[in-house]
């Protein structure tokens, strides 16, 4: 299933952005829905994820209290509300899908969007 995100941008910190993905095509199977997030010279990390029915999701410890998944299935979009932004949330935000469960890692993931960027300035 092809994935396209958008809404990156530059923000300043303390801000707020709200990041979307949409998943394009159908699949009978349920899948798992998250965001990874890659900042220069540093490995790709989990972000968050939100289960099929939207009522199961998972952050990184970093970002609990300042982003909130959540998905509609009804337009095959996950987004990623986030607020209180840092400069150390500056990255390219991937969204993906396919996982079984909220806490699935990087290889569960079957399929991948090309990325957005989210720059957060001091």
């Known amino acids: 299933v092809p994935l396209q995100a958008s809404g990156g941008g530059l923000v300043q910190a303390g801000g707020s952005l709200r990041i979307s993905c949409v998943a394009y095509?159908?699949?009978?199977?349920?899948?798992?829905m998250g965001w990874f997030r890659q900042a220069p010279g540093k490995e790709r990390e989990f972000v968050s994820a939100v289960s099929w029915d939207g009522y199961s999701t998972h952050y990184t410890d970093s970002v609990k209290g300042r982003f909130t998944i959540s998905r509609d299935n009804t337009k095959n979009t996950v987004h990623l509300q986030m607020n209180g932004l840092k400069p150390e949330d500056t990255a390219v935000y991937y969204c993906a899908a396919g996982a079984l469960t909220v806490i699935d890692g990087y290889s569960q993931y079957k399929n991948w969007g090309q990325g957005t960027l989210v720059t957060v300035s001091s």
């Open positions: 095509g159908r699949t009978s199977s349920p899948y798992v």
